[in-house]
């Protein structure tokens, strides 16, 4: 293999195991030399891509109630929706056919489930009518509520660090700026994580082992359907992001990993600081466990 190829094929595995590397670094990428560290390719129209399926429902033992302010006082014009649905993140679809299709992760505390969805999909009466960065416009009937990231307002946040509440047990925030808020669920800090990254690149055997850490797993046809963690390096921050010896990663955000370029894809989306929120569903022992991250 040439050394061209055998890069091409380590970026395509860093995009699978490090997205919280990737988003972290976002911005001191791009500060400092005005591009990305990878090119982007864009989605080929003759490509079988398989599209996100709009709603879908998540798993309800994740816990978002800790990413926003659950105290903090709600127009009475938008009481309702505001009480009935919380915003985890959002995040910009690969496949759909459209340059700007993105998505969001909602809690439906009403019916208990977790859903992707997409602009003008339904969910019963409520239609979801715009999906921002860091807000989900909603409707029902005259009725419109705007759902924010607990992290991106002033008013909703001031005393985040006080009131998030931790899960029994945990230690608090580790070395990458990583804190567990649920069974499967993560809130990381973007600066902690960009100094990890910085740390990776000044050292490219440590990059190797990061790389050379995730075997392809194939199927009957040969093709890629996955990749398998075998621990070669980095063991500390595997742990910290929640993944075990032998874990699956299948899908990330509802795109399945199949191709270096849907790797690339999804590092671009989280290098561009795009995307707030990701889900990595990935089998443990022969079941599907979901994890879910944000950063700030």
Same mark, same amino acid.
């Given at each position: 293999m040439?050394?061209?190829r055998?890069?091409?094929?380590?970026l395509g595995?860093?995009?699978?195991?490090l997205?919280?590397?990737?988003?972290?670094?976002?911005?001191w990428?791009?500060t400092?030399?005005?591009?990305?560290?990878?090119?982007?390719?864009?989605?080929?129209?003759?490509?079988?891509?398989?599209?996100?399926?709009?709603?879908?429902?998540?798993?309800?033992?994740?816990?978002?109630?800790v990413l926003r302010?659950?105290?903090?006082?709600?127009?009475a014009?938008?009481?309702?929706? /505001?009480?009935? +649905?919380r915003? %985890?993140?959002?995040?910009?679809? $690969?496949?759909?056919?459209? !340059? @700007?299709?993105?998505?969001?992760v909602?809690?439906?505390?009403?019916?208990?489930v977790?859903?992707?969805v997409?602009?003008?999909?339904?969910?019963?009466?409520?239609?979801v009518?715009?999906?921002?960065?860091?807000?989900?416009?909603?409707?029902?009937g005259?009725?419109?509520?705007?759902?924010?990231?607990?992290?991106?307002?002033?008013?909703?946040?001031?005393?985040?660090?006080?009131d998030?509440a931790?899960?029994?047990?945990?230690?608090?925030?580790?070395?990458f700026?990583?804190r567990?808020?649920?069974?499967? /669920?993560?809130? +990381?800090?973007? %600066?902690?994580?960009?100094k990890? $990254?910085?740390?990776?690149? !000044? @050292?490219?055997?440590?990059?190797?082992?990061i790389?050379?850490?995730?075997k392809?797993?194939?199927?009957?046809?040969?093709?890629?359907?996955?990749?398998?963690?075998?621990?070669?390096?980095?063991?500390?921050?595997?742990?910290?992001?929640?993944?075990?010896q032998?874990?699956?990663?299948?899908k990330?955000?509802?795109?399945?990993?199949?191709?270096r370029?849907?790797?690339e894809?999804?590092?671009?989306?989280?290098?561009?600081?795009?995307?707030?929120?990701?889900?990595?569903?990935?089998?443990?022992g022969?079941q599907?466990?979901?994890?879910?991250?944000?950063?700030?």
């Amino acid at each position: 293999m040439t050394p061209d190829r055998r890069y091409a094929t380590m970026l395509g595995r860093l995009a699978l195991i490090l997205p919280l590397i990737a988003v972290g670094a976002g911005a001191w990428i791009l500060t400092t030399t005005g591009s990305l560290p990878l090119p982007l390719v864009e989605p080929s129209a003759s490509a079988a891509l398989t599209p996100l399926p709009a709603p879908c429902e998540l798993s309800a033992s994740l816990d978002w109630s800790v990413l926003r302010n659950e105290q903090a006082q709600t127009p009475a014009a938008r009481d309702a929706l /505001s009480r009935r +649905f919380r915003l %985890a993140g959002t995040f910009f679809a $690969y496949g759909s056919g459209a !340059d @700007d299709t993105r998505k969001a992760v909602l809690h439906d505390l009403q019916a208990a489930v977790q859903l992707i969805v997409g602009e003008r999909d339904r969910m019963g009466d409520v239609e979801v009518v715009r999906i921002l960065d860091d807000r989900v416009i909603l409707r029902r009937g005259v009725e419109e509520a705007e759902l924010w990231l607990g992290f991106s307002r002033a008013d909703e946040n001031a005393a985040d660090a006080e009131d998030d509440a931790a899960v029994e047990g945990d230690a608090g925030e580790n070395a990458f700026g990583g804190r567990k808020t649920g069974e499967h /669920s993560w809130v +990381f800090q973007r %600066a902690a994580l960009q100094k990890y $990254y910085q740390e990776v690149l !000044d @050292d490219p055997e440590r990059l190797v082992r990061i790389f050379d850490s995730m075997k392809a797993v194939r199927g009957t046809d040969r093709r890629i359907n996955g990749y398998r963690l075998d621990i070669l390096g980095e063991g500390e921050f595997y742990h910290a992001a929640g993944m075990r010896q032998g874990d699956v990663v299948r899908k990330v955000n509802g795109m399945n990993m199949t191709s270096r370029r849907r790797a690339e894809f999804f590092i671009g989306e989280f290098a561009r600081n795009r995307a707030n929120v990701f889900e990595m569903e990935i089998e443990r022992g022969g079941q599907p466990v979901k994890l879910t991250y944000q950063v700030r």
